[in-house]
């Protein structure tokens, strides 16, 4: 019981300090140009929320998902081979940075068209 305890209050607090952050960054590139601005926070948003994967010794191909911030750092402390870092680090946070940054111009795209 206490495990889930546990867990529970990790991932919340994740959470938290991800949503603190966001925030923080939105309030720092607030005078900065538009598509500047959806260009950070969508880095922030990848980092944070995007998922990679951390290589494992067990079978070949095998891999953990985690949050891409997660899985850089424990990708560095484990010196993972360059190759799988590359796969699931660094691919990953390509993919998310590209789908996310996409989703929030054409949102921004959509909201400045419907005020006109």
């Known amino acids: ?3 889930y305890f546990i867990i529970l209050l990790i991932t919340v607090g994740y959470l938290g300090l991800s949503y603190i ?3 923080q960054v939105r ?3 607030k005078s900065t140009s538009n598509y500047c601005r959806e260009i950070i926070i969508s880095l922030s948003y990848t980092l944070f929320f995007g998922i990679g994967l951390v290589a494992s010794g067990g079978g070949p191909g095998f891999g953990f998902p985690c949050p ?10 484990f010196e993972i081979p360059f190759e799988q870092f590359l796969k699931g680090v660094i691919y990953s ?3 998310w940075w590209v789908l996310i940054l996409l989703i929030s111009l054409i949102r921004n795209k959509l909201r400045t068209k419907s005020t006109k």
């Open 68 to 77: 891409i911030l997660l899985a850089g750092a424990l990708g560095i402390i």
């Open 1 to 3: 019981m206490f495990d």
């Open 27 to 29: 309030k720092w590139t």
């Open 21 to 23: 952050t966001i925030r």
């Open 93 to 95: 946070f390509i993919f």
